[in-house]
């Protein structure tokens, strides 16, 4: 990461601080804003913590006074969970929500910059998410039964669990949005036409690969073969489209928000360490491999 990150995050403070001094004057100017974002809850009551926690702390944290951002940041989140428990009962708020929970998420990233100056993605791959050869002693069927098992069980929560939860709340903060009649169709054309991609590719690379998916059992070979021919990443591109088509079938733009805001975490934090990993393991067979295929959009291979 470069050293700029740090400055960035300070831009980043400066800019939250004048949104949210705007913020609160349309609080106190604008019934509909207030109602929207702050629904029945007493705006003097909450002003008199949150301008000084919020707004103040994050103007002093634009000068670099990391103490100022460590508080702005934990003042964020916690009105953030607060306001979510709010909306959620009361179903007001539900603007609010949205706009906390995306002030929390920023001011932890700018505070991670002006911190550390630099993002500590390698965190993602500590621990049981380390990047670890499969054991080669295992055979095609193992493989590919683990694969199909993870396959399940990630699917399972992160298609299922967590849209059917986040489409709940939206319903629950009154902050949906009508698609278009056909939204439906279209998603479940999507969801199959992206699932059956991503069992094509996890299949290749557990059994062409002697490993599976997963970082802590990583394929001990490198796969350039079915949908890896084409991009270097399919079971990423079949994920997040799988994603989008549950969004549409749901009816909920905050799912598909929640898939492109999983394709720029994986592109920006995951990928890199992932591709790391790859050419300190293959060498000059990868990077010519990296070179020839394209991330996310198909190509054909250059030999």
Known sequence: MTPNLGCWGRAYFAAQAVAGLCWWAAVFLSPPVREATLGRLDPLAVAAFDIPLFVVC?????FGVK???????????????ALAV????SSEAGLGVLM?????????????CVLLGRLPTEWIVRGPFAF???DEQRGVTAHVGATLGQMALFWGFFLLVVPVVISWLEQRWLVSLALPPLSGVIGVGILVLASCLGVASAVTMSSRGSGTPLPSAMPNRLVIAGPYRWVRNPMAVAGITQGVGVGLILGSWLVIAYALIGSLLWNYAVRPLEETDLENRFGAEFRHYRDSVRCWIPSVRRN
Do not use: E, K, Y
Not at 67 to 81: K, L
Not at 86 to 89: E, I, N, P, S
């Open 132 to 134: 670890r050869p499969a």
């Open 58 to 62: 994050s103007a002093v944290a634009a």
């Open 67 to 81: 103490a100022a951002a460590v508080v702005a940041t934990g003042w964020t989140a916690v009105v953030a969970i």
């Open 100 to 112: 906390m929970l995306a002030a929390a998420a920023c001011s932890a990233v700018a505070l991670c």
């Open 86 to 89: 709010f909306a959620t009962v």
